[in-house]
T-cell receptor, first 118, second 110 residues
Framework: DAGVIQSPRHEVTEMGQEVTLRCKPISGHNSLFWYRQTMMRGLELLIYFNNNVPIDDSGMPEDRFSAKMPNASFSTLKIQPSEPRDSAVYFC????????????????FGPGTRLTVT | GQNIDQPTEMTATEGAIVQINCTYQTSGFNGLFWYQQHAGEAPTFLSYNVLDGLEEKGRFSSFLSRSKGYSYLLLKELQMKDSASYLCAVNNGATNKLIFGTGTLLAVQP
């Protein structure tokens, strides 16, 4: 299995521009998670989907952030307009109950997208 | 509220044993996870505990006490490649999302 795939791996953009991050979960996994990681706040859950439906978006910082999952194999996280404080590494993870050697809800992380907003 | 506490940094010597502690206060509980994250890389799964006691997997072991809201990760025969951040995470049982601690940065010295 190719694992969770994210693109782009690096993104540098100017303040005010729109940024779209992409994720392909592991085939067969029915839950998808978007995280943001910074030195100051660690790993924060932004939103997660179950069977393509958003379940909990309480971590989405503000209206500038939006996420979609149009089908089981693709999700996007969009920031519009972007600001310098959005600079972070954004991880996508997927899971399925009982995956990973019998441990419930083990999450598999993608390589991340390092976003820099200048 | 939800709270997970871990030491920020630890240092240990190659070949030694190190214990990384994690305490948690969550509204519910359905398992505790440990993840390893090397600099510039994604977190990778190490261990999972849902019942009290010790789970051993090679050089790594993880312990859980649900009554005390406490877990530790034990690393034996430390190697230089074990230098990484170790993240404690709890499934609070309401959904399948995880709440992560801020991680413990472990530096293994020769």
């Amino acid at each position: 299995d190719a694992g969770v795939i994210q693109s782009p791996r690096h993104e540098v953009t100017e303040m005010g521009q729109e940024v779209t991050l992409r994720c392909k979960p592991i085939s067969g996994h029915n839950s998808l998670f978007w995280y943001r990681q910074t030195m100051m706040r660690g790993l924060e859950l932004l939103i997660y989907f179950n069977n393509n439906v958003p379940i909990d978006d309480s971590g989405m910082p503000e209206d500038r952030f939006s996420a979609k999952m149009p089908n089981a194999s693709f999700s996007t996280l969009k920031i519009q307009p972007s600001e310098p404080r959005d600079s972070a590494v954004y991880f996508c993870a997927s899971s399925s109950p009982g995956s990973g050697g019998g441990s419930s809800y083990e999450q598999y992380f993608g390589p991340g997208t390092r976003l820099t907003v200048t | 509220g939800q709270n997970i506490d871990q030491p920020t940094e630890m240092t240990a010597t190659e070949g030694a044993i190190v214990q990384i502690n994690c305490t948690y206060q969550t509204s519910g509980f359905n398992g505790l996870f440990w993840y390893q994250q090397h600099a510039g890389e994604a977190p990778t799964f190490l261990s999972y505990n849902v019942l009290d006691g010790l789970e051993e997997k090679g050089r790594f072991s993880s312990f859980l006490s649900r009554s005390k809201g406490y877990s530790y990760l034990l690393l034996k025969e430390l190697q230089m490649k074990d230098s990484a951040s170790y993240l404690c995470a709890v499934n609070n049982g309401a959904t399948n999302k995880l709440i992560f601690g801020t991680g413990t940065l472990l530096a293994v010295q020769p």
